[in-house]
């Protein structure tokens, strides 16, 4: 043994480097891998015909009339991605205290969902029952002497859960964080014959910044008043997370959700291993874009970050994820 290194006879035996020495060994022992089947793609839809209308602070990614959507929607069933999630910007006059055009059968998010699967029946479509596009104060339930009001928030999200479901919606995923709307959502889905359409609960949904690019393409920024505090789980709390995570499993949510994604992995992580569900991390708007913002000027390797980002995810215990980058990530999955 040549004694000028410091590298001694035990490390000798067990050199991590024999398995990453080339592309075939490492290749080999890959212990997670991202597929197209991973992916699920979240858009934004406004009124109108013909419009494709970029975000400003969300790079690559447009606000989308019904038939553009349709498009979009079939070029990403054509790249094999399973499901997409749909956001609405609801015209500022249908915006009301209560969320009211929630409850209008036909309202934007309902015509989008019919509209797609008549169109794209093979792809799955998950919608949000949240209340904020649909409010005139952006907060995602029903505002009463400054409070967001619980139990008749969870009424009003039933009902438009159902109008989801009867518009052709597979998946409802319920991001505003209300007490007991799982349960509610279930039994109302139930009784109105939609044993077959699944809940996906943004389970921890954290109050976090990360949210601040769609709250500009719903146009929601300029309304909020205050914070979401009140109902979404502090950055601080993972114990809080995982009991909130647990109340859903009970109440009978067939997938969860961790939102946002890189910085709550951990999260993924714990929830994963507690209860086994089909697990999902939302890499949101603010994540999206600050790799957008880096590789636009040079800093990073936009699309190196994309990939890694989403492999973490699956690392971190993820069945799948919603991800802006959707489109992209399965046209490099594609080319193998
Ligand atoms: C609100 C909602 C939010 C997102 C989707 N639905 C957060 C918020 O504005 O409070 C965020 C999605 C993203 O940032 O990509 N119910």
């Not at 043994?1 to 020495?21: A, F, P, Q, S, Y």
């Not at 349709?70 to 915006?95: C, K, N, S, W, Y």
């Not at 597979?170 to 959502?185: L, Y």
């Not at 109105?192 to 359409?197: F, K, N, P, R, T």
């Amino acid at each position: 043994m040549d004694k000028t290194h410091l590298v001694d006879e035990i490390t000798g035996h067990r050199r991590m480097r024999r398995n990453r020495k080339a592309d075939w060994t490492r290749r080999l022992v890959q212990e997670n891998r991202l597929t197209v089947d991973d992916l699920i793609w979240p858009i934004f839809i406004v009124p109108g015909t013909g419009i494709v209308d970029p975000i400003a602070a969300m790079p690559g990614v447009s606000r989308m009339s019904i038939d553009k959507a349709v498009e979009a929607v079939r070029e990403a069933a054509d790249l094999g991605i399973p499901a997409i999630a749909t956001f609405p910007d609801i015209e500022m006059e249908l915006r009301d205290e209560t969320g009211s055009n929630s409850l209008v059968a036909n309202n934007l998010i309902n015509q989008a969902t019919a509209a797609i699967k008549k169109a794209v029946p093979n792809i799955g479509i998950i919608t949000d029952v949240a209340l904020d596009p649909f409010t005139s104060h952006g907060h995602d339930g029903i505002l009463r002497d400054g409070i967001i009001v619980n139990d008749e928030t969870v009424d009003q999200i039933v009902k438009a859960a159902v109008m989801q479901a009867d518009a052709g919606a597979d998946i409802i995923a319920p991001s505003e964080m209300m007490d007991g709307r799982i349960g509610a959502i279930r039994r109302g889905l139930d009784a109105a014959g939609h044993q077959d359409v699944g809940i996906m609960s943004y389970a921890t949904k954290f109050s976090s910044g990360f949210y601040g690019p769609y709250r500009e393409a719903i146009n929601t920024s300029g309304l909020l008043k205050g914070d979401k505090n009140s109902y979404y789980i502090s950055p601080a709390n993972g114990t809080e997370a995982v009991r909130d995570a647990a109340l859903d499993v009970e109440e009978g949510a067939d997938m969860l959700m961790v939102k946002p994604g890189l910085a709550y992995l951990d999260i993924c992580w714990r929830i994963k291993e507690a209860f086994g569900l089909p697990t999902f991390a939302y890499q949101v708007s603010g994540e999206y874009t600050q790799i957008k913002a880096a590789a636009m000027n040079g800093w990073i390797d936009g699309d190196r970050i994309m990939m890694e980002t989403l492999l973490c995810f699956k690392r971190a215990g993820c069945d799948g994820i919603l991800t802006y980058f959707a489109i992209e990530a399965a046209k490099k999955l594609s080319k193998g």
